[in-house]
């Protein structure tokens, strides 16, 4: 089983900055790819960014340039950096880990953390 722990959201200011963290934690074989999504009320979940194991990341067009992710393989934890935060960028962030074991490809989600930005 693996857990993951999320941290660092919050209210700012249009403008502003916030670091979200994601841990995980358990036993999860090889970490794969590490991601963030999120949710704005009354939308899809969509993706933000992603970062593989070679540390080659993926952004939605939306963030690219305002928002960096980065992992630490060492703590088994991914950031997400962002930057010049707008309203529409309110949502629930979601961490999303991708891990092997034996072969077996398995896909979990933190909990979510709620990230609002004020005009």
């Known amino acids: 089983q693996v857990q993951l722990v999320e941290s660092g959201g919050g209210l700012v200011q249009a403008g502003g900055s916030l670091r979200l963290s994601c841990a995980a934690s358990?036993?999860?074989?090889?970490?794969?790819?590490m991601a963030w999504y999120r949710q704005a009320p009354g939308k899809e979940r969509e993706s933000v960014a992603s970062?593989?194991?070679?540390?080659?990341?993926n952004y939605a067009d939306s963030v690219k340039g305002r928002f960096t992710i980065s992992r630490d393989n060492a703590k088994n934890t991914v950031y997400l950096q962002m930057n010049s935060l707008k309203p529409e960028d309110t949502a629930v962030y979601y961490c999303?880990?991708?891990?092997?074991?034996?072969?077996?490809?398995?896909?979990?989600w933190g909990q979510g953390t709620q990230v609002t930005v004020s005009s």
């Open positions: 999303n880990v991708q891990t092997t074991i034996l072969l077996t490809l398995y896909n979990y």
């Open positions: 358990g036993r999860f074989g090889r970490i794969n790819t």
């Open positions: 970062v593989t194991t070679g540390d080659s990341t």
